[in-house]
């Protein structure tokens, strides 16, 4: 088991609201990084933070956002939501140029939108 | 743009037999590496085993082993002695830059 927390593990929205869900990343990780991963496929890249700033995107629309606070947890945030974004959310933590050999995945937040 | 590739939707698998699941990747990048991951049913990614695409040797990790080749473009895992709690779905990842891009993923069913 990671020390990667993330909150809630499932929720359902309507189309249209917004929906923030949180990721607090393994002890001494600095970097936060979002994926989208719809059923039966395998996970996108949505983005990533590190230092308190995004310094990388996938190819998601700006309703997509995040933050990530000084204790290096992150939220990502979905305006306006679109059936089309219910998916499995993971947040993976790491160190900056450790190269990923020590990204750690959280067991990821089930989202429904109807 | 880095793309990953594995063909195989679904594998059966003898208990205590051996399984090879394919991969194969495409890059520009001469620095990247390979991951392989396993997402049992609830949800969580569970990293299994890393190359660099400058490792001279293949990775291990127990019963996991990588079997890496540069020229083809093919980073096939291989799981020895497969048991129950192996039954999941895995999935192939590069990192380029600073991201990880995913396969669509094989299901492995592991038969008693």
């Known amino acids: 088991e990671t020390g990667v927390t993330q909150s809630p593990t499932h929720l359902i929205k309507t189309r249209g609201q917004q929906v923030t869900l949180r990721c607090s990343s393994q002890s001494g990780h600095n970097t936060v990084s979002w994926y989208q991963q719809a059923l039966g496929q395998g996970p996108q890249f949505i983005f990533q933070?590190?230092?308190?700033?995004?310094?990388g995107r996938g190819n998601f629309p700006p309703r997509f956002s995040g933050l990530q606070f000084p204790n290096y947890s992150s939220e990502l945030n979905v305006n306006a939501l679109e059936l089309d974004d219910s998916a499995l959310y993971l947040c993976?933590?790491?160190?900056?140029?450790?190269?990923?050999?020590?990204?750690?995945f959280g067991q990821g937040t089930r989202l429904t939108v109807v | 743009a880095q793309k990953i590739t594995q063909t195989q939707p679904g594998m059966f698998v003898q208990e205590k037999e051996a399984v090879t699941l394919d991969c194969t990747y495409d890059?520009?990048?001469?620095?990247?590496?390979l991951f392989w991951y396993k997402q049992p049913s609830s949800g969580e990614m569970i990293f299994l085993i890393y190359q660099g695409s400058y490792d001279q040797q293949n990775a291990t990790e127990g019963r996991y082993s990588l079997n890496f080749q540069k020229a083809r473009k093919s980073a096939n895992l291989v799981i020895s002695a497969s048991q129950l709690g192996d039954s999941a779905m895995y999935f192939c990842a590069m990192r380029a830059d600073y991201k990880l891009s995913f396969g669509a993923g094989t299901t492995v069913t592991v038969r008693a």
């Open positions: 933070y590190y230092r308190e700033e995004e310094n």
């Open positions: 890059t520009s990048d001469p620095s990247y590496g």
């Open positions: 993976a933590s790491s160190v900056a140029g450790s190269g990923y050999t020590e990204a750690f």
